[in-house]
């Protein structure tokens, strides 16, 4: 997908009056053909935001879509159609309702963040960094503009850059699983091994289920040839062959063949139905093996 960017530049604004189905999709407007006209902006962005509470997005932006004919200038409005259809993964709606908003106020900061999360969405990564620099630079509360520069600066190499935009967003999210996280693999890739179990332990105690820091924890622990504790994090979230099929696959790909070959072998004896998969990888360890 590719959308045309335009942010921090001023335009006319859009007329009273004017077309603004391009910003919404879901239920029918006939849906809400019953609800009762709204008197004045103020009241429309009640509506709006009530809708969003009781976890009916469709009729929020209907609300929001209201609101704009009676005040089509209002960056805000627009800043919540697009915050509601990124959730929604409509990512050309949100683009264009984001950009409204920013021809309406160029330095909306929260606009300048959902328009660099959608960036990133459609792999657009630098374009995606310039925008959400410019986000914190106006407002430094923006957890998930932090947590996307984080994510972007991985992406780069540069580790150091990502951590210190990851300890950002959890000084202002220090409940959040993800972030935490995304912050060990940053270590993790960095080589800071020891910051990477603690940080994955920290996801842990914030969110024991949190499948993908069982899964990264168990790909450092195979690394650093803890293989015990590999598996037992492994196998909370998924099946011992599997786990046994995976540790393997991490010893291969770390050249340890001798380690692979038998934990291959170990998957293809724990597991007839998982036979297929783990005995693949055994010949093809194997027939590398035979070369060395």
Same mark, same amino acid.
């Given at each position: 997908?590719?959308?045309?960017?335009?942010?921090?530049?001023?335009?006319?604004?859009?007329?009273?009056?004017?077309?603004?189905?391009?910003?919404?999709?879901?239920?029918?407007?006939?849906?809400?053909?019953?609800?009762?006209?709204?008197?004045?902006?103020?009241?429309?962005?009640?509506?709006?935001?009530?809708?969003?509470?009781?976890?009916?997005?469709?009729?929020?932006?209907?609300?929001?879509?209201?609101?704009?004919?009676?005040?089509?200038?209002?960056?805000?409005?627009?800043?919540?159609?697009?915050?509601?259809?990124?959730?929604?993964?409509?990512?050309?709606?949100?683009?264009?309702?984001?950009?409204?908003?920013?021809?309406?106020?160029?330095?909306?900061?929260?606009?300048?963040?959902?328009?660099?999360?959608?960036?990133?969405?459609?792999?657009?990564?630098?374009?995606?960094?310039?925008?959400?620099?410019?986000?914190?630079?106006?407002?430094?509360?923006?957890?998930?503009?932090?947590?996307?520069?984080?994510?972007?600066?991985?992406?780069?190499?540069?580790?150091?850059?990502?951590?210190?935009?990851?300890?950002?967003?959890?000084?202002?999210?220090?409940?959040? @699983?993800?972030?935490? %996280?995304?912050? #060990? /693999?940053?270590?993790?890739? $960095? *080589?800071?091994?020891?910051? &990477? +179990? =603690?940080?994955?332990?920290?996801?842990?105690?914030?969110?024991?289920?949190?499948?993908?820091?069982?899964?990264?924890?168990?790909?450092?622990?195979?690394?650093?040839?803890?293989?015990?504790?590999?598996?037992?994090?492994?196998?909370?979230?998924?099946?011992? @062959?599997?786990?046994? %099929?995976?540790? #393997? /696959?991490?010893?291969?790909? $770390? *050249?340890?063949?001798?380690? &692979? +070959? =038998?934990?291959?072998?170990?998957?293809?004896?724990?597991?007839?139905?998982?036979?297929?998969?783990?005995?693949?990888?055994?010949?093809?360890?194997?027939?590398?093996?035979?070369?060395?």
């Amino acid at each position: 997908m590719t959308l045309a960017v335009m942010v921090g530049c001023a335009s006319n604004p859009t007329p009273a009056g004017k077309d603004y189905s391009g910003l919404y999709s879901g239920k029918s407007e006939l849906t809400f053909s019953t609800l009762m006209p709204i008197g004045s902006a103020e009241e429309g962005i009640a509506r709006g935001d009530s809708a969003l509470a009781r976890g009916e997005p469709d009729q929020a932006i209907f609300e929001y879509i209201r609101t704009l004919e009676l005040e089509p200038d209002n960056a805000e409005v627009f800043y919540k159609i697009g915050s509601i259809n990124l959730q929604k993964g409509e990512l050309t709606k949100a683009h264009s309702a984001f950009q409204k908003a920013l021809e309406r106020d160029p330095e909306h900061s929260r606009s300048l963040e959902g328009m660099g999360l959608v960036l990133m969405q459609i792999r657009q990564p630098e374009q995606a960094r310039i925008v959400l620099e410019q986000a914190v630079s106006l407002n430094e509360t923006l957890g998930r503009a932090h947590n996307a520069l984080g994510i972007l600066a991985d992406l780069r190499g540069e580790f150091g850059q990502a951590s210190v935009h990851y300890e950002n967003a959890l000084r202002l999210s220090p409940l959040s @699983a993800r972030i935490q %996280n995304n912050l #060990g /693999y940053s270590h993790y890739l $960095a *080589g800071r091994w020891n910051l &990477a +179990e =603690r940080a994955y332990l920290a996801t842990l105690n914030i969110d024991p289920r949190y499948k993908k820091a069982w899964q990264n924890l168990g790909q450092l622990y195979a690394r650093q040839e803890r293989y015990d504790e590999a598996l037992d994090a492994l196998t909370e979230v998924m099946t011992k @062959a599997e786990a046994l %099929n995976v540790v #393997g /696959y991490i010893c291969m790909n $770390a *050249g340890k063949l001798e380690d &692979a +070959e =038998r934990f291959f072998r170990y998957a293809t004896e724990a597991s007839p139905s998982y036979y297929v998969a783990a005995n693949q990888n055994l010949e093809q360890v194997r027939r590398v093996m035979a070369k060395r």
